[in-house]
């Protein structure tokens, strides 16, 4: 199994990015998709999440209304569009695929987003 995000970087305050997260060796549409974001060594909180068939999303209150997460299942592919970026959303984001009957889940290499001017 592997979870592969890309397109993090820096940004300026008030930028956009949109990082993306390539999964393969599971039955992606069976997996619940999050993101999560860890500064330092801080716990790891959840930005947000997108059901199975992408019609139900949920957010952490600090990103609704900025952060868009949306899923391709033909693509295996999961996405975070993160707009109106401020300096304190700078960390490393990590998505995370999670078979919500077995609970297996499996996690990526994480993808720094710096958000500074």
């Known amino acids: 199994v592997q979870l592969v995000e890309s397109g993090g970087g820096l940004v300026q305050p008030g930028g956009s990015l949109r990082l993306s997260c390539a999964v393969s060796?599971?039955?992606?549409?069976?997996?619940?998709m999050s993101w999560h974001r860890q500064v330092g060594g801080k716990e790891r909180e959840l930005v947000g999440s997108?059901?199975?068939?992408?019609?139900?999303?949920n957010y952490a209150a600090s990103v609704k209304g900025r952060f868009t997460i949306s899923r391709d299942n033909a693509k295996n592919t999961v996405y975070l569009q993160m707009n109106s970026l401020k300096p304190e959303d700078t960390a490393v984001y990590y998505c995370?695929?999670?078979?919500?009957?077995?609970?297996?889940?499996?996690w990526g290499q994480g993808t720094q987003v710096t958000v500074s001017s």
């Open positions: 995370k695929a999670l078979q919500p009957v077995s609970n297996y889940e499996f």
């Open positions: 997108i059901s199975i068939v992408g019609g139900g999303t």
């Open positions: 060796g599971l039955t992606f549409s069976r997996f619940v």
